[in-house]
Each structure stands twice: as structure tokens, then as C-alpha cells.
């Protein structure tokens, strides 16, 4: 997957996903990660609680030392390729379902906001209603906050955003004044692409009624999905935008797999797969590179395992 996303998307950096680890947490750590376990709250505040790479560091530590020795031998691999193909197409169109119900519900459901919270109207105007309930929840920490302007450097103001009941809990925030562009110490917006509650507070103080749009991520806009759309009949459609080329090369990735699945059990089967992927080869050749690109991709149901 690392060299699939460097060649696909070569601007982004890959990160293990913290919700694919979760998911593994009761599978894996079912005698130690269970509700009310010491174990579970120590990973919880591992996660979410700590804001700097060397506290982080420090916790992850002093847990792993402690429970190491008990693991060992305990996690194996299991799952074979065909069954992985399976599971990931029943995955996918878990997810794909999921994506369409949270935009129907984002677009016919309106959220009830107060007219003189503007970030708030603003941020019910361009989210899903999934992110602005998390969007909603970092505004609503704003009021456990103090903010103080502590220098000002080519443009560049510095605050200090402390908790009015822990003062030993402050993050510092630089902000370009002219742009709005900043970031904080506990780097929740490059961890999960939601505002945190010290930047909205700088906001609040600043009188900034509108989310800037670099803060925004097209994926957690209403119609995120628009360019994606599959039908009754398994038919999926793009509208000629630039992620088009990545839908369409994920596709083949998906359907070259099961095939390969159907063809590895036997020799035969296996001759027939190399001689079609041959042919298919010297048509490909064969296409012109500046070929314009399709609006339509074809499922095709004989290929479903």
C-alpha cells in the first residue's frame, strides 16, 4: 500500500489509520482491552490526551514496558488472500452505503444553530452532519478557555490558549494575520482535519466569522462523494474530475485480485489467466496515452466472488 499511495498520490504523506488500529484492539487484546480496564483508559490517554510528540513518546513507553512480555507469541496472521479480497469488497460497499446515507441525511436534515454563533452556522452550511457534530463539540470548549497575545514576529502573532481550570494546560498558536494561516501544539487538525477548540478560540477572539478554507477538507464537505456514483446495476460513474484516474485504477487493482483468486486453485486456470493478462497487455500498448477519459466504469458481475 506504501508504494501504491506514492505513485497515486505522491503529495500525501501515509499514516497508519487510527481507526483500523482500534478495530483490531478487541480481536487482538481481548483479555487486557475490555470496558473499565486499566489497560484500555492507559491506551485512551495515549491516544487522545497527550498533544506532544515526547509526552506521547514518554507514556508509550512505560505502557508497552509493562504489559510487553504478555504478548509475546499472541498475535498471528491468519487471513489468506482470497478471504482478504472478500472481506475488503464487503467492506467497501459497507462504506460506499454509509457515504450515501450521511449525505442524504447532510443535505435534507438542517442543524439548529443560534444566529449570532457564525462559525457555527458556517460550519453547518459546509460539513456532513457526522463532522460537524465532532466540529460542534471543539466549539463547544471555547468557553473553557483564556486566550493572551504573547508577540508579534514579521506578521505572525503568537497567543497562548490556557484552560481556565487547569492553568497548566496551554497550547501555544501562531497565526499569520493576513491569512489566517496557523497551527497549534496539539495538532488535532492534522490529526484528524477538524479545527481544535484553541485555534476557534483565537478565532472567537479575533472576530472571524467564517472558517478559512484552507482549515476546510474536501472530504468532510456536504457532496464530498458527488463525483461517485453507483447504481442499481453496479455501474460506477465519474464526472471527469482529477480523482477519476485514481477511481478507475483502484477498480482494476479490486478486480485483477479476485480474478488471480479464481485462477490460483489450478494450473490450468492459471495458464488461462497469464494468456487473457498477456493479450490484454499488447491491446493496452496499443491505446493511445492521451486517450480522453470515460465517465463510465463497468462492475462486471461475472467477476464477483
Same mark, same amino acid.
Given at each position: 500500500?506504501?508504494?501504491?499511495?506514492?505513485?497515486?498520490?505522491?503529495?500525501?504523506?501515509?499514516?497508519?489509520?487510527?481507526?483500523?488500529?482500534?478495530?483490531?484492539?478487541?480481536?487482538?487484546?481481548?483479555?487486557?482491552?475490555?470496558?473499565?480496564?486499566?489497560?484500555?483508559?492507559?491506551?485512551?490517554?495515549? +491516544?487522545?490526551?497527550?498533544?506532544?510528540? *515526547? $509526552? %506521547? /513518546?514518554?507514556?508509550?513507553?512505560?505502557? &508497552?514496558?509493562?504489559? #510487553?512480555? @504478555?504478548?509475546?507469541?499472541?498475535?498471528?496472521?491468519?487471513?489468506?488472500?482470497?478471504?482478504?479480497?472478500?472481506?475488503?469488497?464487503?467492506?467497501?460497499?459497507? +462504506?460506499?452505503?454509509?457515504?450515501?446515507? *450521511? $449525505? %442524504? /441525511?447532510?443535505?435534507?436534515?438542517?442543524? &439548529?444553530?443560534?444566529? #449570532?454563533? @457564525?462559525?457555527?452556522?458556517?460550519?453547518?452550511?459546509?460539513?456532513?452532519?457526522?463532522?460537524?457534530?465532532?466540529?460542534?463539540?471543539?466549539?463547544?470548549?471555547?468557553?473553557?478557555?483564556?486566550?493572551?497575545?504573547?508577540?508579534?514576529?514579521?506578521?505572525?502573532?503568537?497567543? &497562548?490558549?490556557?484552560?481556565?481550570?487547569?492553568?497548566?494546560?496551554?497550547?501555544?498558536?501562531?497565526?499569520?494575520?493576513?491569512?489566517?494561516?496557523?497551527?497549534?501544539?496539539?495538532?488535532?487538525?492534522?490529526?484528524?482535519?477538524?479545527?481544535?477548540?484553541?485555534?476557534?478560540?483565537?478565532?472567537?477572539?479575533?472576530? &472571524?466569522?467564517?472558517?478559512?478554507?484552507?482549515?476546510?477538507?474536501?472530504?468532510?464537505?456536504?457532496?464530498?462523494?458527488?463525483?461517485?456514483?453507483?447504481?442499481?446495476?453496479?455501474?460506477?460513474?465519474?464526472?471527469?474530475?482529477?480523482?477519476?484516474?485514481?477511481?478507475?485504477?483502484?477498480?482494476?487493482?479490486?478486480?485483477?485480485?479476485?480474478?488471480?483468486?479464481?485462477?490460483?486453485?489450478?494450473?490450468?486456470?492459471?495458464?488461462?489467466?497469464?494468456?487473457?493478462?498477456?493479450?490484454?497487455?499488447?491491446?493496452?500498448?496499443?491505446?493511445?496515452?492521451?486517450?480522453?477519459?470515460?465517465?463510465?466504469?463497468?462492475?462486471?458481475?461475472?467477476?464477483?466472488?
Amino acid at each position: 500500500m506504501k508504494v501504491a499511495i506514492a505513485q497515486v498520490f505522491p503529495n500525501t504523506r501515509h499514516r497508519l489509520c487510527i481507526w483500523h488500529i482500534k478495530k483490531k484492539f478487541v480481536e487482538k487484546l481481548s483479555q487486557v482491552y475490555f470496558k473499565k480496564s486499566k489497560f484500555k483508559k492507559d491506551v485512551k490517554i495515549c +491516544i487522545w490526551a497527550t498533544y506532544r510528540k *515526547e $509526552d %506521547f /513518546e514518554k507514556r508509550w513507553i512505560e505502557l &508497552i514496558e509493562g504489559v #510487553n512480555s @504478555f504478548f509475546d507469541g499472541f498475535v498471528t496472521s491468519t487471513t489468506n488472500l482470497k478471504e482478504f479480497v472478500v472481506k475488503d469488497d464487503q467492506a467497501l460497499k459497507r +462504506i460506499v452505503k454509509r457515504e450515501n446515507d *450521511e $449525505d %442524504f /441525511e447532510s443535505e435534507h436534515k438542517f442543524r &439548529i444553530v443560534n444566529d #449570532n454563533e @457564525f462559525l457555527l452556522k458556517h460550519g453547518a452550511k459546509i460539513y456532513t452532519r457526522n463532522v460537524f457534530n465532532k466540529f460542534n463539540d471543539e466549539m463547544s470548549g471555547v468557553f473553557h478557555y483564556k486566550v493572551e497575545e504573547v508577540g508579534n514576529a514579521n506578521g505572525i502573532q503568537s497567543f &497562548i490558549v490556557k484552560s481556565k481550570e487547569h492553568e497548566v494546560k496551554k497550547f501555544e498558536v501562531p497565526l499569520d494575520l493576513q491569512t489566517y494561516m496557523g497551527v497549534c501544539e496539539c495538532q488535532n487538525f492534522e490529526f484528524v482535519g477538524i479545527l481544535c477548540t484553541h485555534i476557534l478560540k483565537v478565532f472567537v477572539r479575533l472576530d &472571524i466569522d467564517a472558517i478559512p478554507d484552507h482549515f476546510i477538507l474536501p472530504r468532510w464537505r456536504q457532496k464530498a462523494n458527488k463525483f461517485r456514483i453507483i447504481d442499481s446495476e453496479g455501474l460506477v460513474h465519474d464526472d471527469g474530475k482529477e480523482e477519476s484516474e485514481a477511481l478507475r485504477l483502484g477498480h482494476m487493482c479490486q478486480e485483477s485480485t479476485k480474478l488471480a483468486c479464481l485462477a490460483a486453485p489450478s494450473n490450468e486456470a492459471y495458464m488461462i489467466y497469464i494468456e487473457a493478462m498477456n493479450d490484454l497487455s499488447k491491446k493496452l500498448l496499443k491505446v493511445p496515452k492521451n486517450t480522453p477519459n470515460l465517465n463510465l466504469i463497468v462492475l462486471d458481475p461475472i467477476l464477483m466472488i
